[in-house]
């Protein structure tokens, strides 16, 4: 099937993915095409099928899974069914083995199992049986794919059905599914897929205009300060924890006579807005400071109190099960870098995490943001799983400040992308 063809079909179907989540029932013939949009639908029916595209065929040919031809009468299951299987055309299996790749992948192969993807394909346009996961496969959707994958957000599952927090929608929490649920969550995965090779591996998020204008203070200056600071964060990617990079001659003018003044306080009696040099001694040449100069862990520290800050003081924070996982692990990071205040910036790894800590991190965290490159962590300091908070739960300053920082950084992203993403806008 010619790219080309398959290109033009998702793109135009994407832009639909939000009239169709408002549809309850996958069974409905949906009226939302314009009449220009229904001619250029028109147009990319005509293009599948000179394409061979196999629609029609993997339903066996059933008289109620026809291509929605004139798009007048499509329906949600029909929407479903067209964005699975040009996905999984489109995107098929990549070659990149990371581990945020490998975990959809093997997602994939456990739901399109003989088994369950025969069975509905034979089903026609019934949207109502419901199958479940063979008693080996629930297990490991429940252990591997749903904690992972659905909960910490990566994959679209119940959203997409349901407006409420039933998590038992889509495949969801049960391991149950209909035909819809299925081949929707499949759709779901092969586009994560395509939406991992086309984003950065590093964000800015003054890149995103991810927020309007604040007027207020001081939140201002700490976005500010923020969107200033983060041009040195690949600067100091692999530099020795003693390297001290100086700020260049604007960033030293505006840091020194807004953000160190107005943000750190060294001259006023009241508590500092965010923690800089007080951290690490009542010496105003630690931290960013009056020098604007630092080592990793002196960066580090600024920005996550400064994303800390933004996200803790912002009125319209979106509170789920995502947003609560990763603030719950910023925080237990953030406590544990209190072992460093009033230590050497340029110590090395030697601090760890012990008992119900070092469990939580070895059994949830590390598996979930760290294997699947929610969170980065190792790849910013070295080449193997030890370097960030590794594996092995120790860590240096530099390190536990990046990661909660990394967590932070999230948080605050997250608030404001868009709970839908088109693959097609990223390219």
């Known amino acids: 099937m010619d790219r080309g063809v398959l290109t033009g079909c998702i793109q135009f179907l994407e832009k639909l993915y939000l009239r169709v989540c408002d549809y309850k029932d996958c069974n409905?013939?949906?009226?939302?095409?314009?009449?220009?949009?229904?001619?250029?639908?028109?147009?990319?029916?005509?293009?599948?099928?000179?394409?061979?595209?196999?629609?029609?065929?993997?339903f066996y040919r059933n008289d109620a899974m026809k291509l929605p031809t004139d798009g007048k009468n499509m329906t949600k299951y029909q929407y479903i069914a067209l964005m699975y299987l040009a996905y999984k055309e489109y995107v098929g299996i990549p070659q990149k083995d990371d581990a945020a790749r490998k975990k959809l992948i093997d997602c994939i192969r456990l739901c399109e199992k003989n088994q369950y993807i025969e069975f509905f394909r034979r089903q026609g346009n019934?949207?109502?049986?419901?199958y479940t996961f063979a008693k080996e496969d629930r297990i490991n959707w429940w252990k591997d794919y749903y904690q992972i994958l659905v909960q910490t957000g990566l994959v679209c599952d119940s959203q997409f059905f349901t407006k409420t927090k039933d998590m038992r929608f889509g495949i969801g929490i049960d391991g149950a599914f209909t035909g819809p649920e299925l081949f929707h969550f499949l759709f779901e995965c092969y586009k994560s897929l395509r939406i991992l090779d086309l984003l950065p591996t590093y964000i800015q998020p003054v890149q995103l205009k991810i927020e309007p204008e604040i007027q207020a203070q001081p939140r201002k200056l700490v976005r500010l300060s923020i969107d200033m600071l983060e041009k040195y964060y690949?600067?100091?990617?692999?530099?020795?924890?003693?390297?001290?990079?100086?700020?260049?001659?604007a960033d030293k003018t505006f840091w020194l006579n807004e953000c160190f003044e107005k943000l750190t306080r060294p001259s006023s009696q009241l508590k500092e807005i965010i923690v800089d040099h007080s951290f690490f001694r009542d010496d105003k040449s630690f931290g960013i400071g009056n020098g604007a100069k630092f080592v990793s862990s002196e960066y580090f520290q600024y920005t996550c109190n400064a994303y800390k800050y933004l996200v803790e003081t912002d009125n319209g924070y979106m509170h789920n099960e995502v947003t609560t996982y990763i603030k719950d692990c910023a925080d237990m990071c953030y406590a544990a870098s209190r072992d460093f205040a009033g230590t050497n910036p340029s110590a090395g790894r030697n601090q760890e995490f012990f008992g119900d800590v070092k469990e939580k991190w070895e059994r949830q965290y590390y598996p979930t943001l760290v294997l699947n490159n929610v969170i980065q962590n190792s790849n910013y300091f070295g080449e193997t799983i030890n370097h960030g908070i590794g594996k092995d739960s120790v860590y240096s300053c530099a390190e536990i400040f990046h990661f909660a920082r990394e967590c932070y950084k999230t948080l605050y992203i997250l608030r404001r992308l868009p709970l839908y993403i088109n693959p097609f806008d990223l390219a």
């Open 28 to 58: 409905t013939s949906m009226n939302i095409m314009t009449d220009s949009e229904r001619l250029q639908w028109i147009g990319h029916c005509e293009k599948l099928i000179d394409g061979k595209f196999q629609f029609e065929e993997f």
């Open 234 to 249: 690949l600067r100091l990617k692999g530099v020795a924890a003693n390297q001290i990079i100086g700020l260049d001659d």
């Open 126 to 130: 019934d949207v109502s049986t419901v």
